[in-house]
């Protein structure tokens, strides 16, 4: 009976996760199936309850670092990044508090901001 129990639980998370999408309670969902194979066989339940918690914080421990770095590679890079660092010819002004500046690099024109917030580059 407590299979049951354990699958509806795990169905719960398994929502939860779906509708957060933030890596939330994946971890629970595998250990509920976990803890359900083990009512199959007629574990106790107490012992039910060690192996819900026990697998639970084990796939978090082993898969959430490798779950983290999964999902933040699908930052999406674009082209200025390979302009950092180099020089350009400064075509007008840059003034943040005007929000004003242009800068010509690699033969292309770009608006302008200076690192620093009261810093005119002329």
Known sequence: MYAVYWLIASAVFLLVEIMTLGLTSIWFAGGAVVAAIAALFGVPFLVQMLIFIVVTCLLFALTRPVAKRYL?????????????????????????????????LNGQDWTARSFEAGEIIP
């Open 72 to 104: 933040n590679s699908r930052v999406q890079k674009t082209n200025t990044d390979a302009l950092i660092g180099q020089t350009a010819l400064v075509k007008e002004t840059i003034n943040n508090m005007e929000s004003k500046g242009l800068v010509q």
